[in-house]
């Protein structure tokens, strides 16, 4: 393969406003602010953030999923981005997986397990 998968760009109203909430969230900082379009690296993923006229419709058709660093609950990661303004959608569980589906202040869905 000749692709390595390196960021996952997410459109929105306000970039710089959604990108420094994703960077306090995940501990990450503003690599490149474009105005437009924001850069927030928090290895091992980049997030990007770009400017659209368009509002969100309906549910994310790409969304990212989040695992809890070894040792730590996922149940305190998702009350720590509800702290920060995430907001809870549902719980899931399949056999050996159970994850929080959330979404960040401007109701993009992400996941955390």
């Known amino acids: 393969m000749?692709?390595?998968?390196?960021?996952?760009?997410?459109?929105?109203?306000?970039?710089r406003e959604l990108a420094q909430w994703w960077a306090t969230a995940l501990g990450g900082e503003i690599a490149q602010d474009h105005g437009d379009f924001v850069i927030v690296s928090a290895q091992p993923l980049a997030l990007g953030f770009q400017r659209v006229a368009e509002e969100r419709r309906g549910k994310n058709r790409?969304?990212?999923?989040?695992?809890?660093?070894?040792?730590?609950?996922?149940?305190?990661?998702?009350?720590?981005?509800?702290?920060?303004?995430?907001?809870?959608?549902?719980?899931?569980?399949?056999?050996?997986?159970?994850?929080?589906?959330?979404?960040?202040?401007?109701?993009?869905?992400?996941?955390?397990?």
Request: aromatic share 4%.
């Open 2 to 15: 000749n692709l390595t998968a390196v960021m996952v760009t997410v459109d929105c109203a306000e970039p």
């Open 62 to 113: 790409v969304h990212v999923d989040f695992a809890a660093a070894p040792g730590t609950a996922p149940a305190g990661e998702v009350e720590r981005l509800v702290a920060l303004g995430a907001s809870v959608v549902g719980e899931h569980s399949i056999p050996g997986l159970t994850w929080t589906v959330l979404q960040d202040p401007a109701g993009n869905e992400f996941c955390v397990h």
